[in-house]
């Protein structure tokens, strides 16, 4: 484009990607659990039409965009969507929108439930999509161990289980994974933890790594760079 003093990092918080044809840009939405009302959906398919090309893409993390927006119709787009309730999700060096499954909400398979989990850790950990952080980081949270939402290539990968001894739902917890150009498994921890065990452990991985991490460091190169132990124990875990 033309315009030089584009703030394409602050457009990627916002929602807003840069496509590979000059002056257009990719709207990611995003709702909390993956969960739309038909409102939503007739709304997004309406601004599809009026600032877009007609289509909606379904992203591989239960979010929704749209291609083809204009920079111009940018803040008008972006209005419309807040209006009827309507999330944009970010990119960049920040918190992803978390992933998750129905858990036991409605799926037969379902061990525990992920829509408390992930209601959680928004309001009492404050962690939400956007969040600056060092660089990019996913939490993915499933209902059982089918892992649905692929906990093992996430940063932080929750998914219930019952407990062998207590014959109680519970958590497992996988840390270090992610996808990408050099995928990685995250490596599981060797104990089954509660509904207050998982999200105190959430919140102390993702104040370590946003306090240590280096600038475009994923946790799976922190957690390598310290070694597995030294990072266990410094995040009490």
């Known amino acids: 484009m033309a315009d030089l003093n584009i703030d394409y990092d602050g457009l990627k918080k916002r929602g807003f990607l840069r496509q590979?044809?000059?002056?257009?840009?990719?709207?990611?939405?995003?709702?909390?659990?993956?969960?739309?009302?038909?409102?939503?959906?007739?709304?997004?398919?309406?601004?599809?039409?009026?600032?877009?090309?007609?289509?909606?893409?379904?992203?591989?993390?239960?979010?929704?965009?749209?291609?083809?927006?204009?920079?111009?119709?940018?803040?008008?787009?972006?209005?419309?969507?807040?209006?009827?309730?309507?999330?944009?999700?970010?990119?960049?060096?920040?918190?992803?929108?978390?992933?998750?499954?129905?858990?036991?909400?409605?799926?037969?398979?379902?061990l525990v439930d992920t829509f408390s989990l992930y209601g959680r850790i928004e309001k009492e950990l404050g962690l939400v999509c956007g969040m600056d952080l060092p660089h990019k980081?996913?939490?993915?949270?499933?209902?059982?161990?089918?892992?649905?939402?692929?906990?093992?290539?996430?940063?932080?990968?929750?998914?219930?289980?019952?407990?062998?001894?207590?014959?109680?739902?519970?958590?497992v917890a996988y840390l270090g994974g992610c996808a990408g150009r050099a995928p990685r498994s995250g490596f599981r921890l060797e104990r089954v933890f509660s509904d207050d065990e998982v999200l105190s452990l959430v919140g102390r991985v993702v104040a370590f790594f946003k306090k240590n991490a280096k600038p475009r460091q994923r946790l799976s190169q922190m957690i390598e760079e310290m070694g597995i132990e030294n990072f266990l124990e410094e995040i009490k875990a």
């Not at 997004?44 to 929704?64: C, D, N, P, Y």
């Not at 111009?72 to 920040?94: C, P, Q, V, Y």
């Not at 949270?141 to 001894?165: L, M």
């Open 20 to 110: 590979k044809q000059d002056g257009f840009f990719v709207l990611r939405i995003r709702m909390s659990l993956g969960v739309y009302t038909l409102g939503q959906l007739q709304k997004l398919t309406e601004v599809s039409g009026k600032f877009g090309r007609g289509i909606v893409h379904a992203t591989t993390r239960q979010g929704l965009e749209i291609p083809f927006i204009k920079f111009e119709d940018i803040a008008k787009a972006e209005e419309e969507l807040r209006a009827a309730g309507i999330e944009t999700g970010a990119s960049g060096a920040r918190l992803r929108a978390i992933t998750v499954c129905p858990g036991n909400n409605w799926c037969k398979s379902g």
């Open 137 to 171: 980081f996913k939490i993915a949270i499933s209902g059982c161990p089918n892992g649905c939402t692929r906990p093992q290539a996430a940063e932080i990968g929750i998914h219930g289980v019952i407990d062998p001894e207590t014959k109680q739902p519970g958590y």
